[in-house]
């Protein structure tokens, strides 16, 4: 890449993602200053870069708005940095591209590579398929451990891994073993490639394995990639340790803003813009806040006994957070467990069982520690809870084993709930788990409150 003929700013701005003065900087480091620039800048000095620090950068998912800046470029040049990148990412960037814009610049790669990510596109999101890369390391099983070395050396540069050399039969073309980087280099050269490839059959993945099962498969083998096949042994390609973690770091945070009451935002905090941001927030608060009113609804249903014994409104806020604090680790607990496999929706009565137990305890638990304040606060002088205080704090402390018993088992059961009816689990966020709590709770509570305190207060 000839410097002088970009703008100077732009080839200024590109040495310093080479060189900052006190020698070669990592590709990470180039990651986040070009994160820091516009997105118009960072195509500028993204395409003022030699080609390979350029696809690094482009291949590392922490490089924001990376589809918008591949539009900013000419295409010509995106479709060769394209080209040089892992199928897989590429898949990924298309994705967020508009129609138009990935069309025009599919058109300009190499023949090879869109055959791959036309297959790689096909497969459904959230599968081993969509997940893979087409750039692998193999070998027939006729070679020796000389070829297989000099094979390494000169694909290195254009596959995603060479720690793992998949070995396939000569005719068929079907997978039949793995061979480790480290087992390959301890073999002596004219050995058979057999001699030192790993015993047993391989480890391998159906294109539509979820990724979850995929990552569970990586964890319990100990893996640094895992080869997807089809029906007839064949490899389609491989999913690395690192697609998976970054599958999975993705998957976390939109689980993580769904169950924080909102839409996944699907960008870096940084990159959305105001009013994204807006319409992302502002139908989940909306929908919360009508179901709040329906607290509202049930304060004003039980008026009357609130108006006879004012006393019961300095609990309400107490209640309620208890009761939405236990939903709230109920359904954290369940919707971890499902995603870890620990869990099936067929336990849903198993899960029940254990719940309601744990709830009642913790409800004791906590009645027990509102009874001794308010026994302690009336004994001491520090309130005055009227003739009948020991009524009301029987009051709080059975309301408050229904409320927590209630809260937990709805807040385990709605995950499975929502498993069922096929949407998310992470969708019972915990806003949404605490506002269901608070309505029942206040329903509770009076109902409680009924039952002890008539004739008395009520």
């Not at 137990?357 to 409800?363: K, Q, R, V, Y």
Request: glycine share 8%; charged share 15%.
């Amino acid at each position: 890449m000839n410097f002088n003929s970009l703008p100077l700013r732009a080839g200024h701005a590109a040495l310093s993602l080479i060189n900052d003065g006190r020698g070669a900087i990592s590709t990470a480091e180039r990651v986040e200053r070009l994160n820091a620039l516009e997105i118009s800048e960072a195509a500028r000095v993204l395409a003022a870069l030699p080609q390979q620090k350029a696809v690094g950068i482009l291949s590392r998912p922490e490089l924001h708005n990376a589809a918008a800046i591949l539009t900013e470029m000419p295409s010509e040049q995106a479709a060769r940095l394209l080209n040089a990148t892992a199928n897989d990412r590429v898949v990924d960037l298309f994705l967020e591209m508009d129609e138009a814009t990935h069309a025009r610049i599919f058109d300009l790669m190499d023949n090879a590579t869109r055959v791959a990510i036309q297959n790689l596109m096909g497969y459904p999101p959230g599968t081993a398929g969509s997940i893979m890369t087409t750039e692998f390391v193999s070998v027939p099983d006729t070679w020796t451990v000389a070829q297989t070395l000099d094979h390494v050396c000169q694909v290195e540069r254009s596959r995603e891994t060479v720690y793992a050399i998949y070995i396939l039969d000569a005719h068929t073309h079907s997978l039949i073993h793995v061979v480790t980087l480290r087992r390959l280099i301890t073999g002596a050269p004219d050995d058979s490639i057999l001699a030192v490839a790993q015993q047993g059959a391989p480890v391998t993945a159906d294109a539509l394995m979820k990724q979850e099962d995929v990552a569970r498969l990586i964890r319990k083998h100990n893996l640094l990639a895992l080869p997807v096949t089809n029906d007839d042994g064949k490899m389609l390609g491989i999913v690395t340790v690192d697609d998976v973690i970054d599958t999975m770091i993705a998957d976390t945070t939109e689980d993580a803003q769904k169950y924080g009451g909102m839409e996944a935002l699907g960008k870096p905090y940084m990159s959305i813009g105001f009013l994204g941001m807006i319409r992302k927030r502002a139908g989940w608060l909306a929908a919360l806040f009508l179901g709040e009113m329906l607290t509202a609804s049930a304060m004003q249903h039980f008026e009357g006994e609130l108006e006879k014994a004012v006393v019961l409104t300095l609990f309400i806020p107490l209640i309620m957070s208890s009761g939405g604090n236990s939903g709230s680790q109920a359904t954290s607990l369940i919707i971890r467990a499902l995603a870890l496999g620990e869990i099936k929706l067929s336990d849903w009565w198993r899960v029940l069982l254990r719940e309601l137990p744990s709830g009642i305890t913790l409800g004791v638990i906590l009645g027990l520690i509102g009874l001794i304040r308010i026994t302690v606060w009336q004994s001491l002088g520090l309130f005055d809870y009227g003739e009948h205080w020991h009524l009301v704090g029987f009051t709080v402390f059975a309301a408050l084993i229904g409320i927590v018993t209630f809260g937990s088992v709805c807040g385990s059961m709605l995950p499975f709930l929502l498993q069922k009816l096929r949407f998310d689990p992470a969708s019972a966020s915990a806003p949404f788990v605490a506002t269901l709590v608070d309505v029942t709770g206040l329903v509770i509570y009076f109902s409680v409150a009924l039952m002890i305190l008539s004739g008395t207060l009520l």
